[in-house]
């Protein structure tokens, strides 16, 4: 069974900086962060593989950085600089062969 359990959202002023923690049961070879904002729908924030390749919306690049612990088999997000539009609940996502499990989101709210 695969779980993912995200922490570290919360309400933040533009400008600041915030880490979301992923949790994952097991070791997870493709693991990322997605988005999701009021009416909008869920959109690919970042994306580590097991060899450490990343990905990055163009949107959070310069000011995101994604990254893993093997050891805690836990995947986090360093958001700097944040702006209200990154205000979202963020998702945490695993790739298992073609199943894709998520996490419960975490709200991070970006206040101007």
């Known amino acids: 069974q695969v779980l993912l359990v995200e922490s570290g959202g919360g309400l933040v002023q533009a400008g600041e900086s915030l880490t979301l923690s992923c949790a994952a049961s097991?070791?997870?070879?493709?693991m990322g962060w997605y988005r999701q904002a009021p009416g909008k729908q869920r959109e690919l924030v970042a994306t580590i593989v097991s060899g450490g390749s990343t990905n990055y919306a163009d949107s959070v690049k310069g000011r995101f950085t994604i990254s893993r612990d093997y050891a805690k088999n836990t995947v986090y997000l360093q958001m700097n600089s944040v702006k209200p539009e990154d205000t979202a609940v963020y998702y945490c996502?695993?790739?298992?062969?073609?199943?894709?499990?998520w996490g419960q989101g975490t709200q991070v709210t970006v206040s101007s």
């Open positions: 097991m070791f997870l070879g493709a």
């Open positions: 996502n695993a790739k298992v062969m073609t199943t894709n499990y």
